[in-house]
């Protein structure tokens, strides 16, 4: 990497020191002066607070499979800042980011927004702009945060998604669940389709008045179409979908993937009433979907699982998923960020393992290790503070041996880290 383009991304990265300020004049304005790039492919936007990027990777797969120049947004990167905007899975070249980033900081000082630029507006700026100059066809574009003043929901998709949503980054979306699904909610557009995975009865109410209101259908998984796990090993889950009336082999694993692929099923049959997406297109692009950190097997001895786990609610599904995996001694390094609900998560997972590393990744927004601790003891005794991921890997896997089975989880930047001390792929 140049030193201009390390300059320019370590300007950008500064950005994120000033925190998050939702709102969409500013996106708005930056993206009418690179000529609204937003506008010149078909999207499909998916928000929620669990599996929404694995339902927009397996989006993606099953567009690229249909023949379409696909563009995928997701946030945050586990290792690479470029793992955010990737066309037909490849992330851009180092040249073309310099240009890019370059061009933002050059706009960023010209002096003519309301308000200073933050790290995610530029970044979603920055992802359609190469998806515009990329000619790519149709795009599958995460949320951020929230929805309603997230700077991704300026573009108007062919349908929304909306994945289970939960109680999380409380001091920005409110302190009830029914603020949070307000503004997760609000991506929906004026007779846009709505696709949903399960929500609790609270959370499914509000969606579909907001969906009434904006007078768009919504096809809920359990009320309108079905998914059945009929099996799973070390290799993925094989689910029936009633919306293809087949079963299909994913290469990922456990049952919330399965719904996933449900709901990623019952979208792409949503767009295909506008562009030509064929039955085996969706059962090829299933198969080959990937979205590393879930459930992700990345070494044998140990057995070494990493997932990105983060809500209470994510832990519960992934606790319930973990007996699939060999190994003795059972060994946890976990890391969360201070906006999450360790201990919840913790009182899922933390009785499952026979010790637990308590650790910290170099986010400013990481719980101590202490804290860490402090939010697992009361669900197991076994638990210690290492200073590091990379350190607290090294201790797990001494702990482990060859025969244990050693879990990564939290948050991205925690597995991210794991990724690179273990040197493993990483991306999409």
Do not use: Q
């Given at each position: 990497m140049s030193r201009l383009l390390q300059n320019?991304?370590?300007?950008?990265?500064s950005l994120e020191s000033t925190g998050i300020k939702l709102g969409l004049s500013n996106v708005r304005l930056l993206l009418k002066k690179l000529g609204d790039p937003q506008d010149r492919f078909g999207t499909v936007h998916v928000a929620g607070s669990n599996g929404k990027g694995s339902v927009s990777a397996m989006g993606a797969s099953i567009l690229r499979s249909a023949g379409f120049r696909t563009g995928l947004y997701t946030s945050p990167h586990l290792v690479r800042f470029t793992e955010r905007m990737t066309v037909d899975g490849k992330e851009m070249s180092e040249e073309?980011?310099?240009?890019?980033?370059?061009?933002?900081?050059?706009?960023?000082?010209?002096?003519?927004?309301?308000?200073p630029l933050t790290f995610f507006e530029i970044t979603t700026a920055l992802a359609f702009l190469h998806f515009s100059e990329s000619k790519v066809e149709e795009a599958m574009v995460e949320v951020g945060m929230g929805g309603r003043l997230d700077a991704t929901n300026v573009i108007r998709p062919r349908c929304s998604v909306i994945t289970p949503?939960?109680?999380e980054h409380t001091a920005y979306l409110g302190d009830t669940l029914s603020k949070i699904v307000y503004e997760k909610a609000s991506i929906i557009k004026d007779g846009v389709p709505v696709i949903c995975s399960p929500q609790i009865p609270e959370a499914m109410r509000m969606i579909s008045w907001m969906a009434e209101?904006?007078?768009?259908?919504?096809?809920?998984l359990g009320r309108d179409f079905q998914a059945e796990r009929v099996g799973q090993d070390l290799e993925g889950a094989t689910v029936r979908l009633s919306s293809l009336g087949t079963e299909v082999k994913l290469g990922m694993l456990g049952r919330y993937q399965c719904q996933n692929a449900a709901v990623a099923a019952e979208m792409a049959m949503e767009v295909g009433k506008n562009i030509p997406v064929p039955k085996d297109s969706i059962i090829e692009g299933l198969s080959k979907a990937r979205w590393p950190g879930r459930l992700d097997i990345v070494r044998r001895s140990p057995m070494t699982v990493l997932d990105v786990t983060h809500t209470p609610e994510g832990a519960r599904a992934v606790a319930s998923e973990l007996s699939v995996f060999p190994g003795s001694p059972r060994i946890m390094v976990v890391g969360m960020l201070r906006d999450k609900d360790a201990r919840g998560a913790m009182a899922n997972l933390a009785p499952l393992f026979d010790r637990v590393?308590?650790?910290?990744?170099s986010s400013p927004r990481a719980f101590s290790?202490?804290?860490m601790l402090e939010a697992t003891l009361p669900f197991n005794r076994n638990a210690l503070v290492v200073d590091g991921v990379g350190n607290a890997i090294d201790?797990?896997?001494g702990m482990a041996g060859k025969d244990g089975f050693l879990f990564v989880s939290g948050s991205l930047y925690t597995v991210g880290e794991a990724m690179q001390h273990l040197g493993v792929l990483h991306g999409p």
């Open positions: 320019d991304l370590e300007w950008l990265y073309r980011l310099a240009k890019y980033v370059s061009e933002m900081r050059e706009l960023s000082g010209s002096g003519s927004f309301p308000r949503i939960s109680v209101c904006k007078g768009s259908e919504v096809r809920s590393v308590c650790t910290s990744s290790p202490g804290e201790v797990a896997e």
